[in-house]
């Protein structure tokens, strides 16, 4: 009777172990890079999503950030400092890649909190 090898089971697990860590690397690596590409794309206007990409952000703390913005400047008539760079058309809302650097900086100069 062959006897069992426990190096070839500790080797397979080490193995298995090494490439699930490689593909989560990989997967970090690549949303950084598409986040890049996004704003040095030289597109003017970034959809909701593709800011959130950049910002490193969900969607939904994105428009947080928006509705919260335009909340503080109906309920007192003004807002200061630059508020996020979005544009509307129709229904779609989409931001300003240059406009975005620039509301960044400022924002965190300020230390705003949302």
């Known amino acids: 009777m062959k006897q069992f090898n426990f190096s070839n089971v500790?080797?397979?697990v080490i193995l298995g172990i090494a490439i699930?860590?490689?593909c989560f690397i990989f997967k970090g690596?690549?949303?950084k890079a598409k986040a890049n590409e996004i704003i040095n794309s030289n597109k003017p206007l970034m959809t909701i999503q593709e800011t959130a990409d950049y910002l490193n952000l969900s969607e939904f703390q994105v428009k947080t950030i928006i509705s919260s913005e335009e909340?503080?400047?109906k309920a007192s008539g003004s807002y200061s400092g630059m508020m996020?760079?979005?544009i509307?058309?129709?229904n779609d809302i989409y931001v300003s890649a240059n406009g975005l650097?620039?509301?960044l900086k400022e924002?965190?100069?300020q230390r705003k909190q949302y």
């Open 88 to 90: 509307k058309i129709g």
């Open 29 to 31: 690596d690549h949303e």
């Open 84 to 86: 996020f760079p979005i």
């Open 20 to 22: 699930i860590i490689g």
């Open 107 to 109: 924002s965190t100069q």
């Open 71 to 73: 909340s503080m400047l």
């Open 10 to 12: 500790i080797s397979s």
């Open 101 to 103: 650097n620039d509301w």
